[in-house]
């Protein structure tokens, strides 16, 4: 397994802070409020979540190569590139939060 610089940088993160290194690698997620109250709990479960996290990330960017791969939650990768939305966006798959498929709140009567 290759550490790459961003690794090393989200190691150094993670022992500084952890839940910055969570925020970092998972977003605004359900992991980050984990990550929070293990780090309040105790520092060290705060750590090993971090250190978790970042492991998995780097078992996801072996196995999909960089930028191959997307966050699913949990700490689980799925293997398909860039999310929709973003820059260079083609992947396949959809953001796991908000409304999908609903009626506008509000649409203007046609003449």
Not at 8 to 33: K, M, R, T, Y
Not at 35 to 55: D, K, R, V
Request: net charge neutral; glycine share 14%; proline share 7%.
């Amino acid at each position: 397994m290759a550490i790459r610089g961003s690794d090393v940088c989200l190691i150094l993160v993670a022992i500084i802070f952890p839940p910055a290194a969570a925020a970092f690698i998972a977003g605004c997620s359900c992991d980050l409020l984990i990550n929070i109250l293990l780090t309040i709990l105790g520092y060290l479960p705060g750590h090993i979540h971090a250190f978790w996290l970042i492991y998995r990330r780097m078992k996801a960017e072996e196995q999909w190569g960089h930028n191959g791969y997307v966050y699913v939650g949990n700490g689980q990768y799925q293997g398909g590139g860039v999310q929709p939305g973003l820059a260079g966006a083609g992947g396949p798959y959809q953001q796991n939060y908000g409304a999908t498929n609903a009626a506008p709140a509000y649409s203007a009567p046609h003449p």
